[in-house]
C-alpha cells in the first residue's frame, strides 16, 4: 500500500540553525500539507501545497518558514533559523485530487531545537 | 471550520464494539464529517468520513444523525492496536485545505 515518507526521523539541531525537513508523499497525489505538533499538545496546521504554490499557511507559518518541492517527488519544509519553540513532531500529508478529501500522513520528524 | 465536541476519554474492553461520540451543533450544510485517528507515537491515519448518510469501510462505521448535529464513529470489535485518540473534523466542502484539529478522545482498550 502506498504510503508517505519523512526523513529523518528525528532531527536535532542549535537554535539559530536552518533544518530541512523532507517527505515523500504518494506518488499520484496533488495536494501536500505540512502540520506539526508539539509535544501533549494538539496537531497544528502549518500550510498546504498545491499546483507548485501556497495554497493556505497558517500564522504559525511565518517568514522563517518555507516550503519546496524540487522535483517530482520530493516535498521540504525549511526553517532558516530554527528557534526553542520549533520543537516539535512535523508530519507531512497528501491527498489526491479534491482538498477536501482525505489526507494520508506521514510518520513525523521529530525536530529538538536546543 | 465549525467546532466538535468529543469527550475526553473513553474505556472499552477488547473484542467489544466501541462508540465514540461527537457533537458539531453548529454544522452547516455543506460540511463533510471526518474522522482520523492517532495511535501513540505515529501520525494521524484517516479513519471515515461521510456527509448525511451512514457510511462503513473496513475501519470502521460511520453514523450520522438525521438533524446532522452529530455523529458516532463505530468500531466494530475493538482491539488492542486500537487504542489511540480520535478526532472529529468538520471540513467545508467549499473551502479550506487544512484540517483543524480539536483535542479529540483517547480511547483505552482494556485487554
Known amino acids: 500500500e502506498p504510503e508517505v515518507t519523512q526523513t529523518p526521523s528525528h532531527q536535532v539541531t542549535q537554535m539559530g540553525q536552518e533544518v530541512i525537513l523532507r517527505c515523500v508523499p504518494i506518488s499520484n497525489h496533488l495536494y501536500f500539507y505540512w502540520y506539526r505538533q508539539i509535544l501533549g499538545q494538539k496537531v497544528e496546521f502549518l500550510v498546504s501545497?498545491?499546483?507548485?504554490?501556497?495554497?493556505?499557511k497558517s500564522e504559525i507559518f511565518d517568514d522563517q518558514f518555507s516550503v519546496e518541492r524540487p522535483d517530482g517527488s520530493n516535498f521540504t519544509l525549511k526553517i532558516r533559523s530554527t528557534k526553542l519553540e520549533d520543537s516539535a513532531m512535523y508530519f507531512c500529508a497528501s491527498s489526491a485530487g479534491a482538498p477536501r478529501g482525505e489526507q494520508y500522513f506521514g510518520p513525523g520528524t521529530r525536530l529538538t531545537v536546543t | 471550520d465549525a467546532k466538535t465536541t468529543q469527550p475526553n476519554s473513553m474505556e472499552s474492553n477488547e473484542e467489544e464494539p466501541v462508540h465514540l461520540p461527537c457533537n458539531h451543533s453548529t454544522i452547516s450544510g455543506t460540511d463533510y464529517i471526518h474522522w482520523y485517528r492517532q495511535l501513540p507515537s505515529q501520525g494521524p491515519e484517516y479513519v471515515i468520513h461521510?456527509?448525511?448518510?451512514?457510511v462503513n469501510n473496513r475501519m470502521a462505521s460511520l453514523a450520522i444523525a438525521e438533524d446532522r448535529k452529530s455523529s458516532t464513529l463505530i468500531l466494530h470489535r475493538a482491539t488492542l492496536r486500537d487504542a489511540a485518540v480520535y478526532y472529529c473534523i468538520l471540513r467545508d466542502s467549499d473551502s479550506n485545505y487544512q484540517l483543524i484539529w480539536g483535542a479529540g478522545t483517547k480511547l483505552i482498550i482494556k485487554p
Open positions: 461521510g456527509l448525511t448518510s451512514n
Open positions: 501545497f498545491y499546483n507548485n504554490e501556497i495554497s493556505e
